[in-house]
């Protein structure tokens, strides 16, 4: 298993596939969370001075509004480990270099798990410098009273780096049912970009708010990184309104509260984190169980 595993990062590591979809997720992600912060800021700034924020001494200015910054660009590049994933295997497949491989193994479970294990290793890596170029984008977009502390900034950024190692196996495992590189990316792509975003916000808003869409693949992997946002942010405001005297919110109210956070983060309707994550994670292990099982058989001739 060792050998197959040094030989699976030796595949990677000798094609420029690996750096080609980082640069962009990089550079995707750090535009995101600049603008994404510059907004939220401006926004919160202009809040801060209206007459009735004011009045009531809400304290809008002391609210670590960036997080949802984070979240959202977090999302939108995780678009990259998952198309990195859906290249893993599909592209040996449609060249047949994968052939030699299965041939030159001991068995075809042993490749499989050497590919799952490596795959797993590199959507971590690609979440990790996703996580750096929101930071970074973050830091420059944003007033430093509408940064996240240390604890929000992890947690946000965790389950963001969890999120594309889910989107990287749930891509491979794609590419590997379908076996074209091509028609792996048209599909992943149509559903990342344009089906699961309208679908999901369409859904949302024909059900009156329901949670309906977080039950769905890009709905509960967004939901991940959506709903620590908007627990993170619940938390802090609550916080803040306790100190100056007042009430416990209801929770009829935090479900408002975390339904228009989670939207604007991009997860309309997401279930909360550990239902986000069970979920996908449960898309995940379908699809990438479904494509392994496929390539237990395949004809490589």
Known sequence: MGNMIKAEFRKILTTKLWWAMMIPAFLVAGGWALGGA???TEIANDLS???????FDIPINE???SVIALARAM???SIFPML????GLASELHRRTITTTFLTASTRPGVLTAKAIVYTVWGAIYGLVIAVAVSFGALLGSDSNHLPD???WFLVLLAGVIMCTLWTLFGLGV????GSPVGAIVILLVYALVIGPFGEFVLFSATDGSNLPGFLPNGSANGMTGSTAS?????QIQALVLNLGGEMVTEDRRETFDQAIRAVAGAPGALSLWLSTLVFFAWTALFFGTGMWRNQTRDIT
């Open 38 to 40: 510059a907004l939220t």
């Open 49 to 55: 001075r209206e007459d009735v924020i004011q009045q």
């Open 63 to 65: 609210v670590s509004w």
């Open 75 to 77: 999302n939108i590049a």
């Open 84 to 87: 990195f994933g859906a290249l």
């Open 150 to 152: 240390g604890k929000q």
């Open 175 to 178: 590419g590997a049912l379908i």
């Open 231 to 235: 627990a993170l942010l619940f938390e």
